[in-house]
C-alpha cells in the first residue's frame, strides 16, 4: 500500500521530484532509490511566516508497489439523436455541463447561445479592445464558455456544501485541463486554455447527438398554462420543448426583461459593485512573500482581504495575479471593468475587484423599475462612468492615494487596460455613501497590508458585475420556478452560483432535477 504523508517543505524541494525523494526519504528513514513515485494529492502555499512552505499531500510507492499513471475517462455518454428534447439556454459552464449531464441521463439538449463560438468571439473582443466597438451579443460575457472563458478561467469555489466539486474538476481534467487543477489549493486553467477545453466539450454534446446553435439570441419563451413549451429566437424561429435550462447569465439584462414584461415572477438580489485596483505584481509578491524577490519556484502571489466599513463588508473579489484587467461592457454606451491571467499569470500587473456589498434598500431611487430596481442601479453608474470617460471604452481611472484624498490624479501611467483610462475624480461615478466606504476601506486595507495603499496602484471604474442583481426564484426541491412548470433557472444569471464551478455543479443538479422529473412521470403513467 502507498504511504500518505502531509509534509511541509521549501518552494524549491518541492518544485523538484528529486529532492522531493531526498527529503521523504529523511523523513520516513529510507533510501530515496526505494521511492518509485511520488504523487501529490494536495499543495497549498504556507507564506504566514518569513520562510515560506509549500504544504504537500503526498502518497509515496515504493520500488515493490505497483504503480501506474490513470488517465481520467470521460463519462458513458449515450447517443441521444432521437432521444426527448431539452431545451439549453446559455453556453457558458451552467449550460455546457446541464447539457452534458443531460446525455448522461438519455436526454437531447437543443443548447442555444446568443453569442458566437469560443474561437469566433476572439474578433469581437479585439473589436471592443482596440476599436471601442461593443457587439451586444458577442463580447467577455456572451459567447460559448460564457463570461469566465475569456475573463480568468478561475476555478476556486467556496461552494462545497453545494456539490461534488471534484467531480467537475475531473470533467475539466477528462476534456484536457492539467492535473494540477485537482491538486492545488486555488485551481486555475488560465484564459489561453479554456477555449479548447470549450470546444472539446461542445464537440462532444453534437458527437452524442445533442444540438448547439450560436447566434442565435431568445427574444421569447413560449408559456400556456403555466407551463414551458418552447422559445422564439431573433430570427422569428419556435423551438420547442417542455422543459427548459434558463442558464443565460449574470448580464442576460433583457431576459430579466422579457420576464419582467411576461410577468414571470423575478425578484431584485443584491450584489457587491466597486472598482478594479492595478498594482505591480512584484510589489504585490513582496507584500505577501515579505521579500524583494519572489524567486523561481514561487506562483505570482494573490491576495484576500475583507474588511467591516461602515456597516458593509468591502472585499477583494476575482483577484488574478499577473492578469490583465479587461473590458467587460455588453452594450454601448456603458463601461465595465473586469480581470483575467493566463495560465502561466506572468503579466507584471495584479488586479483584483475591491467592492462592497450592496443592501436592496440602495436600490429605492429605482423603485418604480420594481424587481429590475438592482439592475437599473447598475446600469446607471456604468453609464456615468461611460460619460466622464469620454464616451468611449476608456474607462474612469484614478491613484489609489489620490482617490482617498479626493484629488484628480495630475496623470495616469499606461495600466494592463487595453481600451486606455481618463484621469476622473471617482466619487463622481458612484453614489456619495460608496464613495466614502471606499475611501475609508482603502486606508483600512493599507493597515493590514502595508504597501498596498500607494499611488502605484491605479483604480479603474467600475466594477460592477459581481453577480446578478436579479433572483428567478424556484423551487428548493424540485428547481423548477415556481411559477413556470418546466422552467429551471440555472447559475449565475438566475442567483444561484457564482463562479465556473458553481455554476457548473448548477447546471448539473439542473439536468438531474429534469430527468427525476420525467422519470417520476413515466412511472406515473406505467
Known amino acids: 500500500m502507498p504511504q500518505e504523508l502531509l509534509l511541509q517543505v521549501s518552494p524549491e524541494i518541492a518544485a523538484n521530484e528529486l529532492l522531493l525523494k531526498d527529503y521523504i526519504g529523511k523523513q520516513i528513514k529510507v533510501s530515496p532509490k526505494e521511492i518509485q513515485h511520488v504523487s501529490i494529492l494536495k499543495r497549498s502555499i504556507d507564506a504566514r511566516q518569513k520562510a515560506i512552505k509549500i504544504n504537500l499531500k503526498v502518497s509515496v510507492y515504493f520500488n515493490n508497489e505497483p504503480f501506474q499513471e490513470t488517465k481520467l475517462q470521460l463519462p458513458e455518454y449515450k447517443n441521444v439523436a432521437t432521444a426527448q428534447e431539452v431545451i439549453v439556454v446559455g453556453a457558458g459552464p451552467a449550460g455546457l455541463f446541464a447539457a452534458l449531464q443531460l446525455i448522461e441521463l438519455g436526454l437531447k439538449p437543443i443548447l442555444i447561445e446568443r453569442g458566437k463560438d469560443v474561437r469566433g468571439r476572439r474578433r469581437d473582443l479585439k473589436a471592443i479592445n482596440v476599436d471601442h466597438v461593443v457587439n451586444e451579443d458577442s463580447n467577455y460575457c456572451f459567447g460559448e464558455g460564457g463570461a469566465g472563458t475569456y475573463s480568468d478561467g478561475k476555478l476556486y469555489t467556496r461552494s462545497k456544501k453545494r456539490g461534488d466539486v471534484t467531480r467537475i474538476l475531473e470533467l475539466f481534467v477528462a476534456y484536457g485541463a492539467t492535473p494540477d487543477i485537482l491538486v492545488d489549493a486555488h485551481p486555475h486553467i488560465g484564459t489561453n486554455k479554456l477555449p479548447q477545453i470549450i470546444q472539446d466539450i461542445r464537440e462532444k454534446i453534437i458527437e452524442c447527438g445533442g444540438q448547439v446553435l450560436f447566434e442565435t439570441r431568445v427574444t421569447d419563451i413560449l408559456v400556456k398554462n403555466n407551463e414551458v413549451q418552447g422559445v422564439v429566437t431573433q430570427k422569428g424561429e419556435s423551438i420547442l420543448a417542455n422543459k427548459m435550462i434558463l442558464a443565460t447569465g449574470h448580464s442576460a439584462r433583457d431576459i430579466f426583461e422579457l420576464l419582467d414584461r411576461k410577468k414571470i415572477f423575478i425578484e431584485a438580489k443584491s450584489f457587491a459593485l466597486g472598482v478594479r485596483a492595478e498594482h505591480p505584481q512584484s510589489l504585490i509578491d ?241
Open 286 to 526: 513582496s507584500i505577501q512573500y515579505s521579500s524583494d524577490y519572489r524567486g523561481e519556484f514561487l506562483p505570482p502571489a494573490p491576495y484576500s482581504i475583507v474588511k467591516q466599513v461602515g456597516g458593509r463588508g468591502m472585499y477583494s473579489f476575482c483577484m488574478c495575479p499577473g492578469g490583465v484587467i479587461a473590458p467587460c461592457a455588453t452594450s454601448p454606451g456603458e463601461v465595465v471593468t473586469n480581470g483575467w491571467s493566463p495560465s502561466k499569470r506572468d503579466q507584471a500587473t495584479a488586479n483584483s475587484g475591491i467592492v462592497i456589498e450592496l443592501k436592496l434598500e440602495d436600490f429605492k431611487p429605482f423603485a418604480k423599475f420594481g424587481a429590475l430596481a438592482g439592475m437599473e442601479f447598475q446600469k446607471s453608474i456604468e453609464q456615468k462612468a461611460w460619460n466622464l470617460a469620454g464616451q468611449t471604452q476608456k474607462v474612469p481611472a484614478q491613484r489609489m492615494i489620490d482617490f482617498t484624498k479626493n484629488k484628480v490624479s495630475s496623470e495616469i501611467p499606461k495600466t494592463s487596460y487595453v481600451p486606455g483610462t481618463a484621469s476622473v475624480e471617482m466619487g463622481q461615478v458612484f453614489p456619495g455613501f460608496l464613495t466614502q466606504i471606499l475611501r475609508e476601506g482603502f486606508s483600512e486595507f493599507g493597515k493590514s497590508m502595508k504597501g498596498y495603499l500607494t499611488n502605484e496602484a491605479i483604480l479603474h471604474a467600475p466594477e460592477s458585475r459581481t453577480s446578478s442583481p436579479v433572483r428567478i426564484p424556484r423551487d428548493p426541491f424540485t428547481y423548477e420556478h415556481l411559477q413556470i412548470k418546466g422552467l429551471y433557472p440555472c447559475g449565475e444569471g438566475a442567483g444561484y452560483a457564482g463562479g465556473i464551478i458553481s455554476a457548473a455543479i448548477d447546471g448539473e443538479k439542473c439536468a438531474l432535477k429534469i430527468g427525476e422529473s420525467l422519470n417520476k412521470k413515466t412511472s406515473n403513467n406505467s
